[in-house]
């Protein structure tokens, strides 16, 4: 069974730490308990994070990894390689889904991995990189039940899409 992940990037102060904030408190009431994880960018290998993102837990039902400094990821090593692969979903009839749990879906399947493109976006052209988008079978059809997730997995496929047929003739791999 798949474990809730969550990895935060990006600026250390204010919305984003109420939002790592909140997300813990939810993991917390809703499973009672989460392995929390802190790294620190200028003195982590990106493996490093990317393997404890891959190891699950037997014995915990979430993990919250939070990596500081993240934008010295881009001044230690060049970047050539980009997938973005985290997702949540939450199933259920459209006009019984929470708010909030929209918000959540489209901010980590759509706007998360747009934003991180466009930061990373001038090293991969750079470098001739490679970009991976995770997305899933639901944004090719009509999804009852998962009309969020299937939504937010489309505007994925979409963006990947467009973002091939403008970044191709950079020699970048979508």
């Known amino acids: 069974m798949a474990i809730p992940v969550y990895l935060f990037c990006g600026p250390e102060l204010g919305q984003r730490n109420d939002a790592v904030e909140a997300v813990k408190a939810a993991l917390k009431k809703k499973y009672g308990s ?24 037997l014995f915990t039902p979430a993990t919250c990894i939070v990596l500081r400094g993240a934008e010295a990821i881009k001044k230690k090593e ?12 939450y199933y259920g009839l459209f006009e019984e ?18 934003i991180l493109t466009r930061l990373l976006l001038r090293d991969l052209k750079k470098n001739k990189g490679f970009l991976i988008n995770i997305s899933s079978v639901t944004a090719l059809s009509s999804n009852p039940h998962g009309i969020a997730y299937g939504a937010t ?22």
């Open 153 to 174: 997995k489309a505007g994925l496929s979409s963006f990947s899409k467009s973002l091939f047929d403008e970044a191709r003739k950079y020699g970048i791999k979508v």
């Open 34 to 57: 989460s392995d929390d994880f802190l790294y620190y960018a200028a003195d982590t290998r990106v493996e490093d994070v990317v393997s404890q993102l891959r190891t699950e837990s």
């Open 78 to 89: 060049d970047i050539s390689v980009l997938i973005n692969c985290a997702g949540v979903a």
């Open 97 to 114: 889904i929470k708010i909030e749990n929209i918000q959540e879906m489209v901010r980590t399947n759509l706007e998360v991995p747009m």
